[in-house]
């Protein structure tokens, strides 16, 4: 890594070269340049907005799950089953899935070495257990927080390799020529005026784990730290896969956590009020026949936690529907564990075989939701108490919220993006389809990174060259965002960055989340695009809120990409699926007593269901490509041939 400095306006800006520069200090961030180290490459640098931000280290719920191969007891699997089963969520690229089923064993031993406490039995076969979407039972977990634990351990074994770590750096434009990657420009965060302002880092490659664009929304369940900086990623070229594919489900708002569990298992009252908190309702009870119906539905959700519009006529994600409809008529929805639904009117006996029978195994056939959930799950009760709330006085307030992107930056088999030197990995990466498993995404983070840091360590090893033309590239780039910076700092009456990004949120999460209509999402795009055209002039900031100017740039880019993805899908003739429910006249009501917006009709109907929509951005507006997903490979692998080439090149081609 080498530094030197580079002018530009009439001061100085601090110029970093070094072969590859991580983005991002997640779990797939740290695992990337400890692979990159491991793999033979020195020349790293380790960069992040805040490095205790972002999702692996805050956040959790109720048991937070791994997905990796079956490693107990007799049931079979394999690779390729596991790759299936990827696979068989929709829209996902075989050769992707092949290689996340592949290493995932590789990956989750490296995690256990590092001291991640897995469990195991007393012979050493990590036993597992099943998740949704899983056909064995290849899910494990720590508990609540397996991102946080993987992500410390990952941590120190970087800070062991004493890999350089740049704290505070926010990046707000990726450098590059028609071929290639060339660099990043970053925001120092801790600035205190345009003398250290800015840092420019040349590099050969960037590996971005700058994890989902959870900033879009704001009913989420990511935490409050957690940006994404997929924006101006699309803005450099880079495409976007699957962009439509999010899970949403439902979250309490203050602290963000899934309700998903115990909490709906001990069957919780639902009431709505207005703003003030006054005028209760009871909301469910007028869309179910008893109140063992709606009792039966909320039970689910329990573990049919996501929205799932295939479950959303008389089944569990009616509930989401419900809270959904509450919330956009202006209302809010809280869960109440202090007495039980309909003044206790329902028989636990009367309830589905399956509820009745769960509740009863755990003696929680008795007493208030929160008497139940004490009795059922206390640490569930506790991690409210610990976080401000007790559930045994307060009601509890929830919304739909987006809680992952399935999409995201399109990736090969190397999770290198179609712009040469850039690799995405994590949750940044859309390697996910329409389903999938639970805890597929903490492993498809780990196996991305290792796959990304044996490409470079293979073949992207030289020193990038800060010359002439890289100067000029810094010079260009920087002119407008300098301007936007400087402009912001003198527009003391417009509203300051950070609220026009809050109103943003809010719009997008009115418009455009689980419910989808195009109308809507036109109207939003329309709002975005005149914000970004009049950015310069419209926002204000401090020295210290600069920071805001840049996340509100990104994400109003990153609207505009996802919502013109969705518009494009609905135009396309494509119908519900996953976790979004289109708008659709032709179709269903979920209920009767529902408006016409929420009728819809299944994607599953349709075979040509299963294409991969790709994104390119350029200059405000988007092209869309449809294509089958990969098959998966099936290679005919005779071991003397795949040994021979192995010498040759480890098969990294
Ligand atoms: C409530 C919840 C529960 C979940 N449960 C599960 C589960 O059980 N199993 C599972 O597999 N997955 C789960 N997930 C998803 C999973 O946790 C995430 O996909 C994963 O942790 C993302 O890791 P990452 O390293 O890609 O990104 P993150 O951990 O989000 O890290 C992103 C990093 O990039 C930095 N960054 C962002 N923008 C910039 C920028 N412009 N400049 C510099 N740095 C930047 C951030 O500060 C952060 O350090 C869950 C997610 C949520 C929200």
Not at 349 to 368: H, I, P, R, V
Not at 466 to 475: G, I, K, N
């Amino acid at each position: 890594m080498k530094e030197s400095c580079l002018k530009f306006s009439d001061f100085q800006i601090r110029l970093i070269s070094v072969n590859t520069a991580v983005v991002g200090s997640g779990a797939a961030g740290y695992s990337a340049a400890d692979h990159l180290y491991r793999q033979g490459q020195r020349d790293i640098l380790m960069l992040s907005e805040a490095r205790t931000a972002g999702t692996s280290r805050n956040t959790g719920s109720d048991k937070q799950t791994y997905y990796k191969l079956t490693l107990s007891g007799h049931s079979p699997d394999s690779v390729f089953e596991m790759a299936e089963t990827l696979f068989e969520g929709q829209c996902v690229d075989g050769d992707l899935a092949l290689c996340e089923a592949a290493l995932s064993v590789q990956c989750f031993f490296r995690l256990v070495e590092l001291g991640v406490p897995f469990p195991c039995n007393r012979y050493g076969e990590y036993v597992g257990y099943k998740t949704d979407h899983d056909p064995r039972q290849r899910a494990t977990s720590i508990g609540p927080y397996t991102s946080r634990k993987m992500t410390e351990v990952l941590e120190n074994s970087v800070k062991e390799k004493q890999i350089p770590f740049l704290d505070h750096m926010q990046v707000v434009a990726v450098l590059r020529d028609s071929d290639n990657v060339r660099g990043l420009l970053c925001l120092n965060t801790d600035s205190t005026g345009q003398q250290d302002r800015y840092c420019v880092i040349c590099c050969r490659n960037v590996i971005y784990a700058t994890g989902g664009p959870a900033g879009m929304y704001a009913d989420s369940a990511y935490p409050p730290s957690q940006f994404g900086a997929s924006g101006i990623a699309f803005e450099a070229g880079v495409h976007g896969r699957n962009l439509t594919e999010w899970q949403y489900g439902m979250a309490s708002l203050r602290p963000r956590w899934n309700v998903s569990g115990s909490y709906m298992q001990v069957l919780p009252r639902f009431i709505s009020t207005d703003q003030d908190g006054n005028h209760p309702s009871e909301f469910l009870t007028d869309f179910f026949a008893t109140p063992e119906e709606m009792l039966s539905a909320v039970f689910l959700k329990g573990y049919q936690w996501p929205f799932d519009v295939r479950k959303a006529i008389g089944e569990s994600s009616l509930i989401d529907l419900l809270v959904y409809r509450e919330r956009s008529a202006g209302r809010r929805v809280f869960l109440d564990y202090r007495s039980n639904p309909a003044d206790g009117r329902f028989r636990f006996e009367d309830l589905s075989e399956e509820a009745f029978q769960y509740l009863n195994k755990s003696g929680c056939c008795f007493g208030t939701p929160y008497e139940r959930l004490c009795h059922m799950n206390m640490p569930a009760v506790e991690f409210y108490r610990e976080h401000g709330v007790d559930l045994a006085r307060e009601t509890l307030e929830i919304a739909i919220c987006a809680q992952h992107n399935n999409g995201g930056l399109a990736v090969d088999a190397w999770w290198q993006t179609d712009l040469p030197g850039f690799f995405a990995v994590g949750e940044a990466a859309g390697t996910h389809g329409v389903y999938r498993p639970g805890g597929a995404a903490l492993n498809a983070g780990q196996v991305g990174s290792l796959r990304a840091a044996q490409y470079i360590a293979a073949y992207r090893t030289e020193m990038p060259e800060p010359d002439t033309t890289f100067e000029a590239l810094v010079q260009k780039s920087l002119r407008p965002l300098h301007c936007l910076a400087e402009s912001a700092l003198t527009n003391k009456d417009a509203p300051s960055a950070s609220s026009r990004y809050h109103e943003a949120a809010v719009r997008m999460s009115a418009s455009a989340a689980a419910l989808r209509n195009p109308e809507a999402i036109a109207s939003c795009i329309k709002a975005v695009g005149e914000e970004l055209s009049t950015l310069p002039v419209s926002v204000s900031a401090e020295e210290s809120g600069l920071l805001w100017v840049f996340r509100l740039r990104d994400m109003l880019i990153c609207q505009n990409v996802y919502l013109q993805a969705y518009l494009n899908y609905c135009s396309s003739d494509h119908r519900s699926r996953g976790s979004a429910l289109y708008s659709d006249p032709r179709g269903n009501l979920p209920h009767p007593a529902l408006p016409e917006t929420f009728r819809f009709s299944l994607e599953d109907e349709d075979p040509s269901g299963n294409l991969i929509q790709e994104t390119v951005y350029c200059d405000g507006e988007c092209r869309f490509v449809w294509r089958t997903p990969h098959p998966v490979p099936e290679e005919d692998d005779f071991f003397e041939n795949v040994w021979r080439s192995y010498r040759e090149n480890r098969n990294i081609i």
